[in-house]
T-cell receptor
Framework: AQSVTQPDIHITVSEGASLELRCNYS??????LFWYVQSPGQGLQLLLK??????LVQGIKGFEAEFKRSQSSFNLRKPSVHWSDAAEYFC?????????????FGAGTRLAVHP | EAQVTQNPRYLITVTGKKLTVTCSQN?????MSWYRQDPGLGLRQIYY???????DKGDVPEGYKVSRKEKRNFPLILESPSPNQTSLYFC?????????????FGPGTRLTVL
């Protein structure tokens, strides 16, 4: 069965430091992968997505993610974190089933940013 | 502004009292779905709809009903809420059904069942 694992429940970084959030997936076919961010009290916003082609994907707010098929990973990175990046981050894989694209989400990683 | 709206945003109720959470989108999207978010579990799909009058179960449909009588609206109905349905609920919509179609999420409804 398809699944997404985010090994880190909580991560704390200092403002200006680099960030990497881990995501591992289990999917039989070529995965369609997404990263969403949920700011406090807000809905989910799409940061970036990977379907095919270049394995390094650029997203909004200075985020990027790298797809590594050999490691079944799609880690999210940012070179310099801002205080406004404090939020919960969700990795997801798209599964086409019953004529509909369903998102299978990981449990999420909550990011705290120290000034 | 293109958006998905949900009402209410917060709701406290008691066991067994029927309630409806509304969802509306103004993007003329065909596909809509409901998710619940629980700590440590991420988001799980409850129901989805591919068009008017076409709905189907997601991964956790027990205790929920939905209807799609108009394209823009997709209400979630809890006929007899129980405490294990205390959760954060999200409605989402997308233009197409392909795996690459971005889903747009509403702001969420936090439900507490006492």
């Amino acid at each position: 069965a398809q699944s997404v694992t985010q090994p880190d429940i909580h991560i704390t970084v200092s403002e200006g430091a680099s960030l990497e959030l881990r995501c591992n997936y289990s999917y039989g076919a070529t995965p369609y992968l997404f990263w969403y961010v949920q700011s406090p009290g807000q809905g989910l916003q799409l940061l970036l997505k990977y379907f095919s082609g270049d394995t390094l994907v650029q997203g909004i707010k200075g985020f990027e993610a790298e797809f590594k098929r050999s490691q079944s990973s799609f880690n999210l990175r940012k070179p310099s974190v801002h205080w406004s990046d404090a939020a919960e981050y969700f990795c997801a894989v798209g599964r086409f089933s019953g004529g509909y694209n369903k998102l299978i989400f990981g449990a999420g990683t909550r990011l705290a940013v120290h000034p | 502004e293109a958006q998905v709206t949900q009402n209410p945003r917060y709701l406290i109720t008691v066991t067994g009292k029927k309630l409806t959470v509304t969802c509306s989108q103004n993007m003329n999207h065909e596909y809509m779905s409901w998710y619940r978010q629980d700590p440590g579990l991420g988001l799980r799909q409850i129901y989805y709809s591919m068009n008017v009058e076409v709905t189907d179960k997601g991964d956790v449909p027990e205790g929920y009903k939905v209807s799609r009588k108009e394209k823009r609206n997709f209400p979630l109905i809890l006929e007899s809420p129980s405490p294990n349905q205390t959760s954060l609920y999200f409605c989402a919509s997308s233009l197409g059904s392909g795996r690459d179609n971005e889903q747009f999420f509403g702001p969420g409804t936090r439900l507490t069942v006492l």
